[in-house]
């Protein structure tokens, strides 16, 4: 509706622009002969072409218009009249309905061209073009990658990272350029999300992961949860200890609140980019987000069984940790209806005094009845570690991942790691008085 009256109105001012023009020209120039006539007949025969002309141009913009607008699923703003940011305050109701709110999904591509992978499951399982738009950001100038995204037409919007220029690293990290390039282009990236398409919240995937088929279900019934609870600052669909031998498949509906940021497919908004882009690192920028000073003791949820997984050994890191961790794990394959679920059990207070009864409360064995386990119980038990040495020597004996960043394992919360083994529940967790992390242990 609002085209059609643009339209009509740009062809009224243009219809009456003319005809004063040609009125005015008639006034100021009377015919006084044939060869007169003539070239009056010409002028305003060229007149009515610069108008239509006008008005295609005009026509053509306003398609542009909404289209862009239409695949963001909200009306243009131009960038030169900013939105004003949607600040939270705890102590106030949230006046948006967070189900309405768009949630665009931001792929961070670069040189691959298996992206179409990626691209593919998204635009397969996402319930809604509106509500989730796809933004592919892409670094590096790769023409083939650039061919794949443009193949999409318009279901995607391809955005291009501008500086491609080398950059000055010291001396000991030339070989880490490439995470310098990364963190160029996520601050980029973020920045044009939030600061130019004005977006409240975005996903962000990169160019090597596939999604399960309720990633989209999963971030719409955790988005709430984001909106309203200042201890959290992320939901990630990624389990870092998500190998299917560590997994409950059919527990698949159950989240966990961790203090380790997990990445590989998450969801923030816009406070917290205002909160790390002035600060934000040249380069190893997930490590970074890892820290004490940037974490503030927030935590993110993370399921049970991972909504993404990826398929990208080659790469920056060159295949670490792909074969012996990120191959094998487990993307669920079927659908949970997250938004018909009650996630209450993940707020704060709620979940410490359910989660940490249940893991204290489990009986405490030593690793060697854990890997022995000759009655074949299943029922959950707790493994208890004391220090840093202790935890990874665990770890390494039960097939988790043993590095700690900040002194956080990797799924932790308050330093537990919820995971199966041998097809029962178990819990390495510290001291039921745990103090807190020691960034010392990393």
């Known amino acids: 509706m609002l085209k059609k009256k643009s339209l009509v109105l740009w062809g009224v001012l243009l219809f009456l622009a003319w005809n004063g023009l040609l ?20 002028e305003v025969i060229r007149l009515a072409q610069d108008a239509e002309a006008e008005l295609e141009k005009q026509k053509a913009l ?30 106030l109701p949230f006046t948006s309905d967070p189900s309405t709110l768009i949630l665009p999904v931001l792929v961070m591509a670069c040189d691959r061209s298996t992206v179409r992978r990626c691209l593919d499951k998204l635009l397969r399982y996402r319930p809604s073009a509106q509500r989730f738009p796809v933004i592919v950001s892409q670094d590096c100038g790769h023409a083939e990658t650039a061919q794949v995204i443009a193949s999409y ?75 309203t609870d200042p201890s959290l600052w992320c939901i990630s669909a990624w389990n870092d200890n998500g190998k299917e031998q560590m997994v409950d498949v ?20 816009a406070e917290l980019w205002e909160e790390l ?23 993110c949820i993370r399921p049970e069984v991972s909504r993404t997984m990826t398929f990208g050994r080659k790469g920056v890191s060159h295949g670490q940790f792909f074969d012996q961790y990120l191959k094998f794990i487990k993307l669920n394959d079927h659908f949970v209806p997250f938004t018909q679920l009650d996630l209450s059990y993940l707020k704060k207070e709620e979940y410490e005094r359910s989660f940490l009864a249940k893991v204290y409360s489990a009986p405490e064995v030593r690793v060697e009845e854990l890997q022995g386990n000759r009655r074949r119980e299943l029922s959950p038990v707790r493994l208890q570690y004391s220090g840093r040495d202790s935890f990874k020597a665990f770890a390494k004996a039960l097939g ?38 020691d960034p010392s242990w990393s």
């Open 250 to 269: 059919n527990q698949a509906e159950l989240l966990y609140r961790t203090d380790f940021f997990p990445g590989l497919g998450w969801l923030l908004l």
């Open 277 to 299: 882009e002035p600060k934000w690192p040249p380069a190893f920028w997930d490590d970074w987000m890892r820290q004490p000073e940037q974490r503030r003791d927030r935590s």
């Open 62 to 91: 306003l398609h542009q218009i909404h289209r862009y607008s239409a695949a963001r699923g909200r009306p243009h703003h131009p960038p030169s009249l900013p939105s004003p940011p949607q600040h939270l305050n705890p102590s």
């Open 400 to 437: 988790l991942m043993d590095d700690l960043k900040s002194g956080v394992p990797r799924g932790g919360y308050r330093g537990i790691v919820s995971f199966v083994y041998r097809g029962r529940r178990v819990y390495l967790a510290p001291p039921s008085d745990w103090a807190g992390y």
């Open 153 to 227: 037409g318009d279901a995607v919007v391809h955005i291009h990272q501008p500086d491609l220029s080398e950059i000055q690293v010291p001396a000991e990290h030339r070989k880490f350029q490439g995470y310098y390039k990364i963190a160029r282009h996520y601050r980029w990236a973020l920045s044009q999300v939030f600061h130019t398409f004005h977006h409240r919240a975005v996903i962000v995937v990169e160019d090597d992961l596939e999604v399960a088929p309720d990633f989209f279900e999963y971030f719409q019934a955790a988005f709430p949860l984001l909106l």
């Open 23 to 42: 009125l005015l020209f008639l006034w100021n120039h009377p015919s006084s002969s044939p060869a007169e006539s003539d070239w009056l007949t010409a």
